[in-house]
């Protein structure tokens, strides 16, 4: 669970940095691949070779969804939504991972359904007014950010319950980089626009959010979702709500109503704290 408090609070940060700095001043293609680069170079030079070759691929598919392809459908939203609308139409990503991890299992378990929906409901109570016009787009397009998000890390955790035998998982993840850069790299050819980065304050936030953000983070984020079980993994996608909009608020003076605020991280926490507790037996048998 530790390291998935730390990333949460690591990405923190990445909403508003992408919403405020780079969003419709930075080509968003670029920017996917920028991030992707910079987190596979990281990576790389700890690459195990003679994986098995489903393993391998397995992994690979992993980066591609989670990070290539949700990266693309991610950096568009901030075209049509705020900050505040883009942390607000992830809620439903906790459900996504609990529904994708039942139908790999080819079962299903009402009591994490029952929590991730308590931190759905913590994450909608926490509401904003003046939607932008552009909101129903907008609310598609993270749909399809969080759906891969949760395939990505919901694949990697099974693929690490499937192949136990595994070596260290920073041994791995130069797959995982590679998969997404073979998402990215065409992206941007096809697609990309000559908008770079015009100040030393854009590069450098490109440089922390692909070696900090998705190099640290990603790797962190999934080694902690192998240790903990399905509920657990769901509440936290919902952590990252009330965080952001916590950062967005204190440093970049948003509005934001801070008792909705206040009561939806209490339902969340509380989701967490039930599942940690309530679903500790079927826990060891639920990975």
């Known amino acids: 669970m530790s390291y998935l408090v730390f990333v949460t609070l690591l990405w923190a940060f990445s909403f508003s940095l992408i919403g405020v ?21 990281l990576f790389l030079p700890f690459i195990a070779r003679g994986l098995p070759g489903r393993l391998a691929l397995g992994l ?12 693309l459908f991610y950096y568009q939203s901030f075209l049509l939504l705020t900050v505040p609308e883009v942390l607000i139409f992830t ?19 009402p009591g994490y359904l029952l929590t991730a929906a308590l931190a759905v409901l913590g994450a909608l109570v926490i509401r904003f007014n003046g939607l ?14 969080n759906l ?6 919901v694949g990697y955790k099974v693929l690490m319950e499937r192949y136990p035998q595994h070596p260290p998982q920073h041994r791995l993840f130069g797959y995982f980089y ?17 908008s770079y980065p015009a100040t030393g ?13 998705s190099g ?19 509440i936290m996608n919902n952590a990252l709500v009330p965080a952001g909009l916590l950062v967005n608020l204190l440093i970049w003076n948003r509005e934001a109503d801070l008792l909705r605020l206040g009561l939806g991280g209490c339902l969340i926490l509380a989701s967490l704290w039930l599942n940690e507790h309530w679903l500790k037996t079927p826990r060891a048998a639920y990975g």
């Not at 932008?132 to 950010?145: E, N, R, W």
């Not at 990215?184 to 697609?191: I, M, Q, R, S």
């Not at 983070?217 to 240790?227: R, S």
């Open 132 to 145: 932008t016009d552009s909101y129903l787009l907008g609310f598609a397009v993270v749909q399809g950010a």
């Open 178 to 194: 590679l998969g997404a850069l073979l998402v990215a790299v065409p992206a941007w050819l096809w697609l990309g626009q000559d």
């Open 148 to 153: 891969c998000f949760a395939l990505g890390q």
């Open 216 to 234: 640290l983070g990603y790797f962190l984020w999934n080694k902690g979702a192998t240790l903990v079980n399905a509920g657990a993994l769901a």
């Open 21 to 41: 700095y780079l969003a419709g001043s930075v080509d968003s293609y670029f920017s996917v691949f920028s991030r992707v680069a910079l987190a596979a170079l």
């Open 60 to 71: 690979m598919g992993c980066g591609a969804v989670q990070l290539g392809i949700m990266y």
């Open 91 to 109: 809620v439903l990503t906790p459900i996504y991972v609990t529904l994708i991890y039942d139908l790999l299992h080819r079962r299903f378990n």
């Open 201 to 213: 304050l854009q590069w450098g936030i490109l440089l922390w959010l692909g070696l900090g953000a």
